[in-house]
Structures are given as structure tokens and as C-alpha cells.
Nanobody, 115 residues
Framework: QVQLVESGGGLVQAGGSLTLSCAAS????????MGWYRQAPGKQRDLVAS???????NYADSVKGRFTVSRDNAKNTVYLQMNSLKAEDTAVYYC?????????WGKGTLVTVSS
């Protein structure tokens, strides 16, 4: 069973910063690509950033230069550092990984950016 637990969301003013964390099951973490997705009200869930087991990263164009994804394999945790936040970053942020053909999701953490 793969478990993903996000934390770190909250209310922040535009231009501010937040760091999200996702704690994953120890048995799979170090070998898996981890992704951060977000879903705004009435919109589809989109990829924000991902990081492979080797540390290679990928970002959505809308967050490049503002967000940084990282991982700590010793803590089985992936992070999303979000800087220069904008109102359009408001969404529920989800952690995701694929394991044995099944896509696993956390319950999400809400980020609200006030303008």
C-alpha cells in the first residue's frame, strides 16, 4: 500500500512563499518519480512539477523560475518550494506517484493566494 500525505498549504499574500511537503511510504520512495499536481476550482488537475529518483526535474511553464521541487530520500519526503506566488496559483496541490502500474494520490493540501 502506497501512502502519500501532503502538508504545508495555507493562505498567503501574492508575492509570498510557501513550502509544501509530501511524505511517502518508505518502501517505494527512493525508486520512484514523484509529482506535484494542482487543481483549481472548476479546472482539471495539472502537473506542476516532478522529480525522478535521480533528481531530474520537470516544471510546468507557468511555474518555471518560481517553484522548485526537491526530495530527501532519507526522510521519504518530496518538497515543493513556491516563491513569488500569484492568485492564479490558488488550488489544491496533490502529491502523486506511479507504482506497479497504479497511480497513487495524496488527499491534497489547499493553497490560497490572496491578491
Amino acid at each position: 500500500q502506497v501512502q502519500l500525505v501532503e502538508s504545508g498549504g495555507g493562505l498567503v499574500q501574492a508575492g509570498g512563499s510557501l513550502t509544501l511537503s509530501c511524505a511517502a511510504s518508505a518502501s517505494i520512495f527512493s525508486r520512484n518519480t514523484m509529482g506535484w499536481y494542482r487543481q483549481a476550482p472548476g479546472k482539471q488537475r495539472d502537473l506542476v512539477a516532478s522529480i525522478t529518483s535521480g533528481g531530474n526535474t520537470n516544471y510546468a511553464d507557468s511555474v518555471k523560475g518560481r517553484f522548485t521541487v526537491s526530495r530527501d530520500n532519507a526522510k521519504n519526503t518530496v518538497y515543493l518550494q513556491m516563491n513569488s506566488l500569484k492568485a492564479e496559483d490558488t488550488a489544491v496541490y496533490y502529491c502523486n506517484t506511479l507504482w506497479k502500474g497504479i497511480s497513487y494520490w495524496g488527499k491534497g493540501t489547499l493553497v490560497t493566494v490572496s491578491s
